[in-house]
């Protein structure tokens, strides 16, 4: 089992950057299928970006061209830089960990998905304009 604890949400104008950091312990740690999603007031949480144990990467239309995400094996970490932050982006961010290995990045943003990760506890990001 793998336990994630994410850092970094806080309060930020359109337009501005945002990262946000996840450290795992215990488990494969980042070497697996990481992914970080999200969920905003009222909505469904949503797979956002991810990378799997080849380090292909996905992401959600919503985020493609402005998020980032990235992974350092040796630290145990796994990052999520967000830029050109829009009002829609505020959400609770939630770095996960899949169960299983061969998860693919895609595979990972799928509806769906959740019942297959570890979870962090997760994080507010709240984008003003």
């Known amino acids: 089992q793998v336990q994630l604890v994410e850092s970094g949400g806080g309060s930020v104008q359109a337009g501005g950057s945002r990262p946000l950091s996840c450290i795992a312990s215990g488990g494969t740690g980042v070497r697996g299928c990481m992914a970080w999603f999200r969920q905003a007031p009222g909505k469904e949480r949503e797979g956002v970006a991810s990378?799997?144990?080849?380090?292909?990467?996905a992401y959600a239309e919503s985020v493609s061209g402005r998020f980032t995400i990235s992974r350092d094996v040796a630290k145990n970490m796994i990052y999520l830089q967000m830029n050109s932050l829009k009002p829609e982006d505020t959400a609770i961010y939630y770095c996960?960990?899949?169960?299983?290995?061969?998860?693919?990045?895609?595979?990972?943003?799928?509806?769906?998905?959740?019942?297959?990760?570890?979870w962090g506890q997760g994080t507010q990001v709240t984008v003003s304009s």
């Open positions: 996960a960990a899949a169960k299983t290995w061969y998860m693919t990045a895609i595979q990972a943003l799928g509806a769906g998905m959740e019942g297959y990760f570890y």
């Open positions: 990378i799997d144990s080849e380090g292909t990467i």
